[in-house]
């Protein structure tokens, strides 16, 4: 990529103040002195908000957030093979030739980051929420022979619902990934309503959610004596595969 003007790069989601990305690759150009680049925020109330900011011209990469995953396959030229397997974008290459790709490097990200800190083993796994992100979790555990189940606010054909979600059910399912956004800060007092008195040591909880370090969700599960793991290096690993993506442009 060439040097000569500045590469525009940014996160596209609605509300995102708060988020990661836009502090993280800042302090990235700064420690690789990349004074060619600048990140933005893209913050918008619409889909068709997120849709003009894709068709711009002058951005060479985005990230995307919640609540648009999956809106914004609509308007790119062509999704990355996992990407469209998975069903969510995560990431958006701008080309050189003019078309937008989608890619999705949650799965990445959350790939290492969880079997970097979790040693245990499950044949079963609770995902809670059904967003974007959580496909790309979805794919992850089948990848690995876990077999995922869904719980949402609402049963559905792919998914219990938190009323149905039972003591022996959570007893056979190992592994809990949170997907939702419950306890973001600053509503750092929210948690999914699942049974934590139902977990025991063998239960290993991830949350996606990064800020606060420690949610709700993982101070209930530690007290139980559950591992546990928030969303900071999935982060940090989902980032990173972007950025690659970006530069082989």
Request: hydrophobic share 35%.
């Amino acid at each position: 990529m060439e040097n000569s003007k500045k590469l525009k790069f940014g996160l596209l989601g609605k509300q995102i103040d708060y988020s990661f990305s836009r502090g993280y690759f800042a302090e990235k150009f700064k420690r690789e002195n990349l004074l060619h680049c600048q990140y933005d925020n893209y913050d918008c109330d619409s889909v068709e908000e997120v849709h003009k900011t894709i068709l711009r011209n002058d951005i060479k990469g985005l990230n995307v957030t919640i609540p648009y995953k999956e809106e914004v396959a609509e308007v790119l030229d062509e999704l990355s093979p996992q990407a469209a397997q998975i069903g969510a974008v995560n990431t958006i290459v701008f080309t050189q030739d003019g078309k937008r790709i989608g890619h999705n490097t949650d799965a990445y990200g959350f790939e290492k980051s969880l079997f970097d800190q979790w040693q245990g083993k499950a044949e079963k796994a609770l995902i809670l929420g059904t967003g974007g992100a959580s496909k790309a979790v979805e794919y992850v555990l089948k990848q690995h022979g876990i077999s995922p189940q869904f719980v949402s606010r609402k049963s559905s054909e792919k998914s219990i619902s938190y009323d149905e979600l039972s003591a022996d059910i959570i007893a056979q399912h190992h592994l809990i990934v949170n997907c939702t956004p419950l306890g973001t800060f600053p509503k750092v007092e929210n948690a999914p309503e699942i049974n934590y008195n139902a977990l025991t040591p063998k239960h290993f909880l991830f949350d996606l959610i990064y800020n606060p370090e420690e949610t709700r969700f993982l101070t209930l599960g530690k007290a139980q004596g559950a591992g546990i793991a928030n969303g900071s290096k999935m982060l940090i690993h989902q980032a990173e595969a972007a950025w690659t993506l970006w530069m082989a442009q």
